[in-house]
């Protein structure tokens, strides 16, 4: 009888692809700062309160009241996503669902609570983006340059295309 040989834990693996990725450090790059900008308000501390939410928190504030839908479109997410962010944000007690326009319709607003620490979240918001300029002066070549040059080359060559052409060559695929 012969045995499975045990998982190979050598990165340059060809059988585990995983251990190839071009963007995971990206990832990991914007992970790192997101942690440190919730470390920012658990040393505040804000209590309760998630980094994540804070953009939708600004935005309610700016725009006022809004349905789950025009508040996913307004900050690029899914409507099931937003849906879930906000039950979440509701339990936390930073925002209140109110009747919409006609029965089905909800409308999310803030609650007194998050109305008292906004001022502090665009506060954060602002420094977060000025320590993003400064950081970007330091590079050669800023990430926000090269996010607009991939959105140029998406323009020309979506990425869909680009991933359905190279799986058109991979025997393994068909």
Known sequence: MTENPS???????????TEQSLWRPLRLL???????????????????????FVMELLRLHARGPMTITELAESVHRTHSALSQKVAAMRRAGWVETLPGDDARSKRVALTPKAREVVGRLAAEWEATEAALV???????????????????????????????????EDPRWR
């Open 134 to 168: 400064e950081l970007e002066a330091e590079l050669p070549y800023p990430l926000s340059r090269v996010v607009a040059d991939i959105e140029q080359a998406l323009a020309r060559r979506g990425f869909h295309d680009r991933l359905t052409a190279k799986l058109a």
């Open 30 to 52: 914007q992970d790192a700062i997101e942690a440190d900008i919730a470390r920012v308000y658990a040393e505040a501390p804000v209590e309760g309160l998630r980094s994540s």
């Open 7 to 17: 998982p190979s834990t050598d990165p340059t693996d060809p059988t585990d692809p």
